[in-house]
Each structure stands twice: as C-alpha cells, then as structure tokens.
C-alpha cells in the first residue's frame, strides 16, 4: 500500500491523500467491519498529528468511531484502539479530562471484552496503552492473549517488537518485552537445544534457562529463529547486555534478507555496551549498508540508526553520505 510506504519512509504530506483515498474505499465497499479499516483511519490520524493537523486527526478519529460503534457495536476491541488513538490526540490538544475520559472508557472495553476478540487488537496498542498510564490493562490483556492459542506466539512476538522499537520512551516497557517473547517462545510446539559443557544436550525451555555460564553453545530449531531475534531485542531495552548479544548473534546468523534487519543496529549497540567496540562498529556497518540497499527511510530504522549512532559517538555528518 502506496500510503504506508510513504508513512513509513516519513513522507507525511504524501501520505495523507492515500491513506483518505483508502479511508473512503473502506465506508464505499461496507469493510468498516474490517480490521484494516481501524488500521488505516489509526495510521491517518498518526499522520494528521505528524503534521500537526490535530483538530483534523481529532475529527477522523471521531467519525472513524462512530461508524466503527454503528457496525460493530460500541463495546468492540476496535472501537478501543481508536478510543486510545484519539486519547493521545486529546492529550496533545491540552484537553486532558477528555483525553482520561476517553482512556477509561477504552480501558472498560478492554478488561471486559470476550478473550477472543483480542485477535483483532493490534499489538502495536500496547505500548499505546502504557504511555497513556494504562500499564496494568496493557499486562492484562497480554495475559489472556497468552492463552488463545490460534492467536498467542505471533500476537505475543509482535507487542514484544512493539515495545522494543516505540517511538515514545514512555511506551518501552522492557521487563514486559522480554516477557512477551520469553512466552512467544515458549507457545511454539519447538524446544530449545542447549549444548553444555559436559557434552550432554539437555533440551530445556527458554524459561528454565537462567545461567548462561554453564553454556558453550546455544542453538535454536529453524523455526524459533524470528523468536529468538525478538527475544534478543527485549534483552537488550532491559539492558542485560550478555544475553542479549547472544541471542542476537544466534538469529542474525539465519535471518532472512527480505526482514526488517532491526537486530543489526540491536547487535551493534549490545556489543559497544559489552566493550567490544570494533564488533559494535562492524554491525553498524552492516546496518548502514543493508539500510541503504533496502529502505533507507523506514521509520523505525530511522530511529534506531540515529540511537545507535548516538551510543558509538559516530559522527553523524560524514555517515549521512552513505
């Protein structure tokens, strides 16, 4: 989608018309019902508040709900996640009773909808939801998401990554971000192999695994890969620095090129956090190319390029060129 590649590479202005053109496709063709339909009027009003259009982001989000409570009643997950979007438009508008009211009443929806309906709540609402001081309704419903099976591994990994890679710092809960992808992990049907030093290949859980010293050599089953990966980022935003390189390093072994390579500007920030400097240059490197090669604009890389260039002290003026 045209206006999400832009969104993403920052293109605001060039983002809004399509992600408008999309809103309208949706009401035309009666997919308000649609759980692409709350993610493009949220994504709207993201780029409406990017540009400080806030009065025009406030009045999207405000017909985005009422048609959402027409089909879907008003105590629906999705009617939540628009309730918490237009909160934070609120919130930026200094209106903050109104912004509180509209968090209760997304927080009363949440807490006392039926635990299947969290498939259709995006995990990127986490972050979301503890940046608006609803920490605990955030835990909560990670905790009956860990339950549903069909959705949990992927739902799980996903609010994980949301954490992790928040814009807002508030957002970062990281004790909770390991903990989503220690579950992530552990819902897969794959164990974890362990070799030791001993020689013996004890397969134990992720959960189980506590010393790290006692390890030679860790190694994941194919289809843990992408766990591992986030489970290394969690590690790394709770700043247990050794574990994080570790797992890091096992998934960026294997990860695949058509992914999102975040972990690469992870692994150079673990190692300059461990002392091994020219390891932490040689990631950042390899972040920088695979960036320029792939999506040199892409928001959240954006992000954690400028972070990572902040903690290795690159100079920023002559990296720019590359």
């Known amino acids: 989608m045209l206006a999400a590649v832009c969104y993403q590479q920052g293109k605001l202005p060039e983002a809004e018309p399509s992600y408008r053109e999309a809103w309208v496709a949706y009401t035309k063709c009666n997919a308000v019902a649609s759980a692409d339909f709350t993610e493009v009027v949220r994504s709207l009003a993201e780029v409406l508040i990017g540009q400080q259009k806030l009065a025009e982001a406030e009045s999207v989000l405000n017909e985005a709900l009422a048609q959402e ?7 629906n997950t999705r009617t939540a996640a628009v309730l918490i979007a237009l909160a ?14 509209r968090r209760i009443e997304a927080a009363d929806i949440l807490t006392n909808s039926p635990p299947e309906d969290l498939i259709h709540l995006p995990p990127e609402l986490i972050p979301e939801l ?9 835990r909560d419903e990670c905790n009956r998401a860990s339950a549903l099976t069909p959705v949990n591994a992927s739902w799980l990994d996903g609010a994980s990554w949301a954490l992790v890679l928040s814009e807002r710092p508030p957002g970062r809960n990281a004790a909770l971000a ?18 030791n030093p001993l020689g013996a290949e004890p397969r134990i859980t992720a959960l189980q695994w506590r010393d790290l010293r006692q390890f030679q050599r860790v190694i994941f089953l194919p ?13 790394y935003r709770a700043r247990e620095w050794p574990r994080a ?8 072994a294997r990860s695949q090129e058509t992914k999102l390579r975040c972990d690469l500007f992870l692994l150079a920030m673990a190692h300059q956090r461990v002392g091994e400097a020219e390891l932490a240059r040689r ?4 972040a920088v190319s695979w960036m320029a ?14 972070e990572t260039e902040a903690l290795l002290g690159v100079n920023t003026s002559s990296q720019r060129s590359q």
């Open 283 to 286: 990631y950042y490197s390899e």
């Open 130 to 138: 503890i940046e608006a001081g609803l920490e605990q309704v955030a």
């Open 88 to 101: 934070r438009c609120l919130e930026l508008e200094s209106r903050p009773d109104q912004a509180a009211h």
């Open 293 to 306: 090669d792939h999506c040199p604009a892409e928001k959240k890389l954006v992000r954690l390029r400028a």
């Open 69 to 75: 409570q027409q089909i879907l009643g008003e105590r």
């Open 178 to 195: 390991v903990e989503l992808a220690q579950k992530a992990a552990e819902t897969r049907p794959e164990s974890r192999s362990y070799e």
């Open 223 to 235: 289809e843990s890969r992408s766990y591992q990966n986030s489970l290394g980022a969690a590690l």
């Open 245 to 252: 390189v570790m797992e890091l390093e096992q998934a960026a």
